[in-house]
């Protein structure tokens, strides 16, 4: 196996990540410097957040013996002090100065640089600032009084905004969010408790027509997490499914000013054309199927059910796998900030014709809008029944994991070609030192010339994207962080069985 850019010490490279709560800190060499500067730098001390109590589930035990604890030798981050507008633009990340993408070792420093101020992210709202109190969820849901516990899949196409609304809706960002569709790759859970519920979040990877192993592996997480659940909540992105239905709607009336029958058409290019296709080759089944040879084979399929075409054909494939699993399903309609209403009113009418649809909850992850409604309409699906997780608990990934995720989403939001497709990130060292975390992230890619395009001239792509995470990561874990980025080369392990199950995303 080509491990190209693989650094000596990696040789304890630690399990994967493991999926269920509490997973265990690896075994690692210290790669940090000893020394006394960090304790003794009062602007660290006070600009160090409190740790938050959440998340609870899987984080690492805050010291070990010999690793930061009160036995070990005091540790110091690698980085020169600065203040905060002086620090390096990688953050202390080590690509920059090494183009192959391996990490120099660690040099003594004598203290860690200040905090900053959050980073904005213009492609996603401020998550902190949602809450649920009794005031926020006056409305009472349908159903016996008590506390309700259960769980939830948010499922739907790529992009439609599963990941920022579950994200809002908890409060806090645990899934990554991309303006590129299939950003998702594995099924999260986050569990969002108010005072008269909890409800278990499950986050999906987009359902669409898969080609590769690695897709494949996606869309069968997010098929299975239909199952065994209270409820699933379609998330329709509006702005897609409004222009969908005008432009059938359009196509419609040019038919009949031709004089022909109105058909099931939509646009015929541009990027929903194949899910067009595919939904043109559906139609024309029941035509097929009056031949006689042709019936058995009918039989043997799925059921197919109508759906109204106004609707999109890649929601109407989501539709009806979630039809295939359950007949509890309700509807987010979100992204309502940037369509006005009346462009939803086909949408909605269609959607009301389809067979066992609950409440459709215009929505907006952005602004927050309809969420209270959401979680009420979402809590009339639920048993009631004692909470299932401690109230102050996120979710059961543990934050190893998370934290490969926020660099593999820097990769998506920074680079543009098509290497974060072919790009997975894994945790292979994570320890809570006294004064920060040191996190060591493998960037796996296929190919060198993707390695060339994630590293950059100079190092100086990779230093962008270590620092976004690393930002990200102080502000998730609530503490500095030492972040190492190394990236490796993995060839064609986007099809291979063996990697995705080690990298999590096929799960047996
Ligand atoms: N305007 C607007 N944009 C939104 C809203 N919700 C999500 N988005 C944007 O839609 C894009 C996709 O959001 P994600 O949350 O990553 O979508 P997803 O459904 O999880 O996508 P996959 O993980 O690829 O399946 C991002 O650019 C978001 O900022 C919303 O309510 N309004
Ligand atoms: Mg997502």
Known sequence: MNRGGRPPFDSQRPPRPKREKGSTRSKIRDPLPKGDGAA?????????????????????????????????????????????????????????????????????????????????????????????????????????????????????????????????????????????????????RGILTTPRSQIALIDTPGIHKARSQLNRAMVGQAVEALESVDVVVLVIDAVKAARWAAEVDRQRALQIAAGGQPGSLGPATGPEAEEDSEDAEESSEPAAAAAEGQAAEKKAKPKRIPLDDHLHPGDRRVIRQILDHTTKWMVALNKIDVVKPRHLLAVMQALNSAPHIGPVVPVSAWTADGLRQLITAIEGYLPVGEMAFAPDELTDRPLRYLVAELVREQVFLQIREEVPYGVACETEVYEELEDLSHIQVVVHVERPAQRAILVGKAGSRMKQIATAARLQMEQLCGRKVFLEVHVRIEPSWSERLDKLREFGYLVD
């Open 40 to 188: 003794a730098d009062p602007r660290a001390a006070a600009a160090r957040k409190p740790a938050r109590p959440r998340p609870a589930a899987g984080q690492p035990p805050a010291a070990e013996p010999g690793r930061g604890g009160p036995a070990a030798p005091q540790s110091r981050p690698p980085q020169a002090p600065r203040s905060a507008d002086q620090r390096p633009a990688n953050g202390g990340a080590p690509q920059a100065s090494d183009p192959r993408g391996r990490a120099p070792a660690p040099k003594a420093a004598a203290a860690p640089p200040v905090a900053v101020a959050p980073p904005q992210h213009p492609h996603e709202p401020d998550y902190h600032a949602t809450s649920w109190s009794d005031e926020d969820l006056q409305d009472q849901p349908v159903g016996p009084e008590g506390f309700r516990c259960g769980a939830v899949t948010l499922a739907g196409q790529p992009n439609a905004g599963k990941s920022t609304l579950t994200n809002r809706l908890l409060g806090e960002k645990l899934s990554i969010v991309s303006p590129r569709p299939q950003t998702t790759r594995d099924n999260l």
